[in-house]
């Protein structure tokens, strides 16, 4: 006797008509053929390093990667070569995501010239094809030129969307500065070297009236002063990354593979991030997608590259240790993943964008099957619940 597929389509309050075609032949059948259909995820934070640096990632491998995470929808940073600095620059990588991409890719302009801070970038003739505007892998160091680039931004209708980092705060450190740094001889960033810029576009966003977004935000001051802020009724957003909601710094292990920019900061940051994504406050949840070599992730925590790779797990690691452990519902990590993400940068879900999960399937996780070029993350051999079977974008199957 044939088994039948069971469906369930996961509806929000956002996108109520969501009511995609699935066509069940495309899923395993088996004794407990029962499956979730989502919107397709969306994440408004990657690295597909593509022009310049394809032996770490290309823009293929990186959206084949979002692919068998669920993601329909990315948008990717600028810190690249060249820089999306002028129209010029962006339209070698509308290029190639044309080309290569089995996703919708949307990619970042640059700030300023080159991602040096003293220039602002050709901003009005990049508008038209650039989801926003960053400098992601670089803080804004001038007061000024942040106010210069948010005026403009508004103007064009546009979200500068920050990484907000002090150079003037680092001290040449890598991890956090707390207990482990301490314990094991370890230069570490200071959590002010985050919040003191956010306090600065905070003020300056609501001087200028600009939509304003920080990127992986990791700290509970950044958190207390994003909900304040959003009580003054400034126009801001802002999102964390798994990581910072499921480690601390004394997760850490001296490996390559545990360096990200920000740091895993300590267990009272990461209360306050969990309490910020309950409350509201922080809105949605991007990976920060970071593929490096393997040869610039085996240097140890001080000289291995910052950043590790997490399109294929978000999902998984999410799903089994906020919402199995009662700490948010499902339909919340759904907005935290899908919803509030388009919604903000302004990103259509179509019908034909959805993907479907088995959430009891239960696995290791192994990088050695991921399909992005990075392998490194701190999560390698974590068990986690929850197998993409499929994910569509477009009408087309791009995961299966």
């Known amino acids: ?49 593509q022009p310049g640096f394809s032996y770490k990632e290309t823009i293929k491998s ?41 996703i919708n890719v949307y990619p970042y302009a640059s700030i300023t010239v080159g991602q040096k801070g003293e220039k602002l970038s050709d901003m009005e003739n990049l508008a038209q094809n650039a989801i926003a505007f960053s400098d992601d892998g670089k803080g804004v160091q001038s007061r000024e030129m942040m106010r210069e680039a948010m005026l403009k931004a508004k103007s064009l209708g546009k979200i500068i969307a920050a990484h907000c980092e002090d150079n003037s705060l680092l001290f040449g450190g890598y991890i956090n500065l707390g207990e482990y740094a301490k314990r094991h001889g370890h230069r570490g960033i200071c959590s002010e070297s985050e919040w003191k810029p956010i306090e600065r576009d905070l003020k300056l966003a609501g001087e200028t009236g600009c939509a304003y977004h920080i990127c992986h935000v ?46 895993l900061r300590s267990q009272e940051d990461r209360q306050a991030l969990i309490e910020g994504i309950k409350d509201g406050t922080i809105d949605m949840i991007a990976t920060d997608h970071a593929p490096h070599s393997a040869e610039e992730k085996s240097r140890g925590l001080e000289k291995s590259a910052f950043g590790i790779v997490g399109l294929e797990t978000a999902f998984q690691l999410l799903y089994t240790h906020l919402v199995k452990k009662d700490i948010i519902s499902l339909e919340r990590l759904i907005e935290l993943m899908a919803v509030n993400p388009r919604k903000r940068f302004n990103i259509p879900l179509e019908n034909g964008d959805y993907t479907v999960w088995d ?28 197998k993409c079977v499929l994910t569509v974008c477009g009408g087309k199957t791009v995961y299966n």
Do not use: W
């Open 1 to 49: 006797m044939a088994q039948k597929i069971k469906l369930k389509i996961c509806k929000t309050n956002a996108y109520p008509s969501f009511s995609p075609c699935v066509d069940t032949e495309l899923l395993p059948v088996s004794h407990f053929s029962e499956y979730v259909v989502f919107p397709g995820f969306c994440d408004v934070h990657v690295h597909l390093r």
């Open 62 to 102: 990186g959206s084949l990667a979002a692919a068998h995470g669920g993601y329909t929808a990315v948008c990717s940073m600028p810190n690249l070569n060249p820089v999306p600095d002028c129209a010029e620059n962006l339209n070698k990588q509308l290029e190639i995501i044309k080309k290569d991409s089995v």
């Open 218 to 263: 990791s700290c509970k001051q950044s958190v207390e002063l994003v909900r304040q802020a959003k009580a003054r009724g400034i126009d801001v957003t802002c999102e964390t990354a798994p990581h910072y909601l499921i480690l601390t710094d004394e997760n850490l292990k001296e490996d390559g593979k545990f360096k990200m920019n920000p740091p």
């Open 359 to 386: 959430l009891n399937g239960k696995q290791l996780i192994d990088p050695e099957e991921f399909l992005s070029m990075g392998k490194a993350t701190p999560f390698e051999n974590t068990e986690v619940y929850g």
